[in-house]
């Protein structure tokens, strides 16, 4: 079974910089799985953030940077807001028959 | 702007089936394929599936397999979703999400649908 696996929980001071992480049970992830990174508040849709490992979407602030850190993918938040509290999610394009897995998820507290 | 509409709440008994809707707006519907993604109380998300709103093929995941129908109106630019069977742990809200193209992600999401299966 493929699992995609974040940290569940991060707690980083204001302006404090913290980096999520997206690893593959079954090997590294590269460029060639399109990691997109998502943000999630309570009661509310997910908004794409990252999309093809390091592209900022449309809006989004550039605190937040994707890359491959070492077998996995990577979410930077540089100087952390109060707003950037939230839930973060990883996704993976696997192709064949399974398609995309999301992450596990990661909960990130600013204090 | 992109825009996609779900329809509203549904309360179902197990073995009972729904279907929700997603309206798109703002782009050319056929242009980008849609996903359906489901997110069960206090959990993560979980991807079902793709539908190709031009040609209509479809890729489903293999849990939802046999259980999961996706299809598309092009005259209403309205993809739909019919799950099956229903247990009490399919529980969950249901997104659409527009796949952003070549670069295999969800760009823009739905409000989401809350399904509750309880008898």
């Known amino acids: 079974q493929t699992v995609v696996t974040q940290e569940p929980s991060f707690s980083v001071s204001p302006g404090g910089t913290v980096t999520l992480t997206c690893g593959l049970n079954s090997g590294s992830v590269s460029t060639n799985y399109y990691p997109s990174w998502y943000q999630q508040t309570p009661g509310q849709a997910p908004r794409m953030l990252i999309y093809s490992t390091d592209t900022r979407s449309s809006g989004v602030p550039d605190r937040f940077s994707g890359s491959i850190l070492g077998n996995k993918a990577a979410l930077t938040i540089t100087g952390a807001q109060a707003d950037d509290e939230s839930d973060y999610y990883c996704?993976?394009?696997?192709?064949?028959?399974?398609?995309?897995?999301f992450g596990t998820g990661t909960r990130v507290t600013v204090l | 702007q992109v825009q996609l509409v779900q329809s509203g709440a549904e309360v179902k008994k197990p073995g009972a089936s729904v279907k929700v809707s997603c309206k798109a707006s703002g782009y050319t519907f056929t242009n980008n394929y849609m996903h359906w993604v489901r997110q069960a109380p206090g959990q993560g998300l979980e991807w079902m599936g793709i539908i190709n709103p031009s040609g209509g093929s479809i890729s489903y995941a293999q849990k939802f397999q046999g259980r999961v129908t996706m299809t598309r109106d092009t005259s209403t630019s309205t993809v739909y979703m019919e799950l099956s069977s229903l247990k009490s742990d399919d529980t969950a809200v249901y997104y659409c999400?527009?796949?952003?193209?070549?670069?295999?992600?969800?760009?823009?999401w739905g409000q989401g649908t809350l399904v509750t299966v309880s008898s």
């Open positions: 999400a527009r796949s952003g193209g070549e670069s295999m992600n969800f760009d823009h």
């Open positions: 996704v993976l394009y696997l192709g064949g028959g399974i398609h995309y897995v």
